[in-house]
């Protein structure tokens, strides 16, 4: 059996240590994010809105096609669970299935059906595809799933009537 480096469990112990909360001094959230301010949906919503900022940076910076492709699909899961959350009574724990959040928006009139199905086939066919199997993103691929994203994050947050509570820069 291989022995494990120090330096790799020294560093799991930090992030384990830093996602159960044993750090030092007040947390520090990302802009927009205090889950103590912010409810649920809000918190869903406004982390859309950090992908997309995230995508335009990377963008900005001659390509990253795959985290582009892979933050956009995020944006609009994302998206989608801040209506459904804003909408209804589900909870975050309801959203553990990646392809969920398509369902709840087409069954909360967000969209059809068949425009929830045709983006889930997006994600199951696609998303997979461009992150984990030797499939190599294009341009054009990042940039119409960049489009895509802003395009569904702006008809939802429209959609719920809570356009105020978006943070986009862009």
């Given at each position: 059996m291989p022995e494990d480096s120090s330096a790799v469990l020294d560093a799991l112990d930090r992030a384990e240590d830093a996602f159960g909360g044993y750090t030092t001094g007040?947390?520090?959230?990302?802009?927009?994010?205090?889950?103590?301010?912010?409810?649920?949906?809000?918190?869903?919503?406004?982390?859309?809105?950090?992908?997309?900022?995230?995508?335009?940076?990377?963008?900005?910076?001659?390509?990253?096609?795959?985290?582009?492709?892979?933050?956009?699909?995020?944006?609009?899961?994302?998206?989608?669970?801040?209506?459904?959350?804003?909408?209804?009574?589900?909870?975050?724990?309801?959203?553990?299935?990646?392809?969920?959040?398509?369902?709840?928006?087409?069954?909360?009139?967000?969209?059809?059906?068949?425009?929830?199905?045709?983006?889930?086939?997006?994600?199951?066919?696609?998303?997979?595809?461009?992150?984990?199997?030797?499939?190599?993103?294009?341009?054009?691929?990042?940039?119409m799933m960049f489009n895509l994203a802003v395009t569904l994050h702006e008809h939802v947050k429209n959609f719920s009537q809570q356009s105020y509570e978006c943070r986009c820069?862009?």
């Open positions: 007040a947390p520090e959230y990302e802009k927009n994010l205090d889950p103590e301010a912010n409810q649920p949906p809000v918190i869903q919503l406004r982390k859309a809105c950090r992908l997309l900022d995230a995508c335009r940076t990377l963008r900005e910076h001659d390509g990253y096609h795959t985290s582009v492709i892979e933050m956009s699909f995020a944006t609009i899961e994302r998206t989608l669970e801040f209506y459904a959350l804003a909408a209804s009574n589900d909870s975050v724990d309801n959203f553990q299935n990646h392809t969920r959040a398509y369902d709840r928006a087409a069954a909360l009139g967000v969209f059809s059906e068949e425009t929830a199905r045709r983006l889930k086939t997006l994600y199951t066919d696609n998303r997979s595809a461009a992150y984990y199997r030797d499939t190599v993103a294009t341009t054009e691929q990042a940039e820069d862009g």
